[in-house]
């Protein structure tokens, strides 16, 4: 008898699982136009290559005075150029890209003892992981990614329940919600190394994220602060949104990216409800615009004339591309939809730059910190990184 419903559960597994992937079609010439995406992305790539000071790693331009902004290895975003460049040269063979890549992973290599920020994942996990894939040959980047494992795991209080992202003054302990993303880098060293003092840190941190940082509709606070002595609740704020109170793009963004991260991890079916939570609060919210591309906050003054943010629309969509190869086959229909439309409109004049233009970066109209009027309405790293992981989650799902 158990043999029987093994093999009867086995059987509509995969009949499920046949059908969810029967319903995963593109739409007529989007294949097409996202190779020419990353083609087109391959020759923007070689132009920023091109433009930027040998030790320095691009954060944006600026097209109305044609400048250029940098920063060095210990910025956030120090990581998405060279795992961009890295995605481009696997998927393009351009030499060029390549050589750059390794150029900046340098660089880049020394922040693998920094402890003074949470964003190693962002920094170090992206570029690195990336490589190990496309350069096997070279072991050194496993040590890397441990010894930056390592840097990570010394921001966790057991106290809090969770890896402090912000230094800030003595007594509080603030956690973004852009935190969850580096979560991934902790998951991998357990999985290398075998020591799961650092997979416990990150489902501990995903577990306090998840009782304290979520209202009831499943949209995200961007910063909680917690008393570092008793791991209270202090105030739940904002520093890059509209207001306390609203829903900062890419922080739901992070919020969906995170949590579906985490499910693929540990297979909590929490994780995965709470993804799947964030994603019907983004795709069904009454001031989504009609081809996707959320305004920067969904509470923005203004709008319908505030700013766009391309860099929240491409995380979005590279978690749903992801997300729906967890869910039935009707919710991943859904999630594969909007992820298909929101990539043809980033494939539109309105946000891709034309070769040559926009200083090198792929997509304009990103916004980085607008109450603080940095990067804003300007091309961003990040941006170009999720949207290149959109197509290729897009071109892998499209391929089964």
Not at 16 to 31: C, D, E, N, S
Not at 58 to 85: I, R
Not at 195 to 200: M, P
Not at 248 to 277: F, H, N, S
Request: hydrophobic residues 40%; contains cysteine; charged residues 20%.
């Amino acid at each position: 008898m158990k043999k029987w419903f093994l093999i009867f559960f086995v059987f509509s597994a995969l009949f499920a699982t046949a059908q969810k992937l029967t319903a995963i079609r593109p739409i007529k010439g989007m294949v097409r136009l996202l190779e020419k995406d990353l083609a087109d992305a391959a020759t923007q790539y070689a132009v920023l290559a091109k433009a930027r000071p040998a030790d320095k790693f691009p954060k944006t331009f600026f097209p109305s005075t044609g400048a250029y902004e940098f920063s060095n290895s210990g910025w956030w975003c120090s990581g998405f150029y060279p795992a961009t460049l890295l995605a481009l040269y696997q998927e393009t063979s351009a030499g060029e890209l390549g050589t750059e890549a390794l150029r900046m992973l340098e660089l880049l290599k020394k922040e693998q003892y920094n402890s003074g920020t949470h964003d190693l994942g962002f920094m170090m996990y992206c570029p690195f992981s990336a490589a190990k894939k496309v350069f096997p040959a070279e072991k050194s980047y496993d040590s890397i990614l441990m010894n930056s494992a390592r840097s990570l795991a010394t921001r966790f209080d057991p106290k809090v329940g969770c890896i402090k992202s912000w230094n800030s003054k003595e007594g509080d302990f603030l956690v973004i919600i852009d935190n969850m993303m580096n979560l991934e880098l902790l998951f991998w060293a357990t999985k290398y190394s075998g020591d799961s003092s650092f997979y416990k840190m990150a489902v501990t941190h995903a577990n306090t994220t998840l009782l304290n940082h979520f209202r009831p509709d499943h949209s995200s606070y961007h910063v909680v602060n917690y008393n570092r002595e008793t791991g209270a609740v202090q105030k739940k704020q904002t520093a890059q949104g509209a207001a306390d109170s609203s829903a900062w793009a890419r922080g739901q963004a992070w919020g969906l990216y995170g949590y579906t991260m985490a499910y693929r991890e540990t297979k909590d079916p929490r994780y995965l409800q709470q993804a799947k939570d964030i994603a019907a609060f983004i795709l069904h919210h009454p001031r989504l615009p009609a081809d996707n591309i959320p305004y920067w906050d969904f509470d923005a003054p203004g709008i319908p004339g505030a700013l766009r943010d391309a860099s929240a629309a491409a995380i979005i969509s590279s978690a749903l591309l992801e997300l729906l190869e967890y869910t039935d086959s009707a919710t991943a229909q859904q999630y594969f939809k909007h992820a298909e439309k929101t990539l043809q409109v980033l494939s539109t004049p309105a946000y891709k730059a034309a070769p040559g233009k926009n200083g090198g970066f792929i997509l304009m109209h990103g916004v980085g910190h607008n109450p603080n009027n940095t990067e804003v309405d300007v091309p961003l790293t990040y941006a170009d990184y999720y949207f290149v992981e959109a197509i290729e989650r897009y071109l892998s799902v499209t391929s089964k």
